[in-house]
Structures are given as C-alpha cells and as structure tokens.
C-alpha cells in the first residue's frame, strides 16, 4: 500500500513490525530513493496540524 506524506513524498509501506524493547508496534516504510524507515505506528497514522487544519501525517493513496 502506498502513501502521501503530508509534505509530498510518496512511501510504500513495507510491513508492520514490533519493537523488541518494549513491544511498541511499528510501521515500516520505503521511500522512493529506496532508502528504508520505521516509526511508531501510532506516530505514522496520527493526525496533526498544518496551516490550522487537521491532516493526516501519512494519507493513503487510491
């Protein structure tokens, strides 16, 4: 599945995964350059704002 972030990039993500340490669910996501990343799922889904509105960091795309 891919995704829009918020500032433009498109990712697609990879898996999800969990953090050995504490068992924190991860999310982790592929650039288009190929380089590879991981979040905390909540922190990859979570709302937040720009401009005063409301958007989603990452948007799924069609």
């Given at each position: 599945?891919?995704?829009r972030h918020y500032k433009g990039g498109v990712y697609e993500l990879v898996c999800?995964?969990?953090?050995?340490?504490?068992?924190?669910?991860?999310?982790?996501?592929?650039?288009?350059?190929?380089?590879?990343?991981?979040?905390?799922?909540?922190?990859?889904?979570?709302?937040?704002?720009?401009?005063?509105?409301?958007?989603?960091?990452?948007?799924?795309?069609?």
């Amino acid at each position: 599945m891919r995704f829009r972030h918020y500032k433009g990039g498109v990712y697609e993500l990879v898996c999800e995964a969990t953090l050995e340490a504490d068992l924190t669910p991860m999310i982790v996501y592929r650039a288009a350059d190929g380089s590879v990343w991981v979040r905390p799922k909540d922190v990859f889904f979570q709302l937040i704002e720009v401009d005063g509105v409301m958007v989603q960091r990452f948007a799924p795309i069609n």
